[in-house]
C-alpha cells in the first residue's frame, strides 16, 4: 500500500515542518484578528506590517531549510 504523505525522518525535518506550521497559523483568522487594529508603524496599518513579517519569516525559513538539505545531501 502506497502511503501519499511523506513524514520528516530527522529531527531538522521535524523543526522544519512546525516552523511551517507555525507560520500557517500565523496567517489564519485568530491570529490576524489580534493585529487588525487601527494603528500604524513605520506608515503602515498593523495588518500590512504583520503580512510582511509573515512573508519574511517564510522565505527565512525556507532558505534554512535549504541549507538543512543541501548539508544532508552532502552527508550521503
Known amino acids: 500500500m502506497k502511503h501519499y504523505?511523506?513524514?520528516?525522518?530527522?529531527?531538522?525535518?521535524?523543526?522544519?515542518?512546525?516552523?511551517?506550521?507555525v507560520l500557517i497559523a500565523a496567517g489564519v483568522w485568530?491570529?490576524?484578528?489580534w493585529f487588525?487594529?487601527?494603528w500604524v508603524v513605520?506608515?503602515?496599518?498593523l495588518i500590512a506590517?504583520?503580512?510582511?513579517?509573515i512573508?519574511?519569516?517564510c522565505c527565512g525559513v525556507m532558505a534554512i531549510g535549504n541549507r538543512l538539505?543541501?548539508?544532508s545531501c552532502?552527508?550521503?
Open 36 to 38: 487588525n487594529r487601527a
Open 5 to 21: 504523505i511523506v513524514r520528516p525522518t530527522t529531527g531538522r525535518g521535524w523543526g522544519l515542518t512546525l516552523a511551517f506550521i
Open 49 to 53: 506590517v504583520w503580512a510582511y513579517v
Open 69 to 71: 538539505v543541501e548539508r
Open 30 to 33: 485568530p491570529v490576524i484578528g
Open 55 to 57: 512573508v519574511f519569516a
Open 42 to 45: 513605520l506608515g503602515l496599518p
Open 74 to 76: 552532502d552527508d550521503e
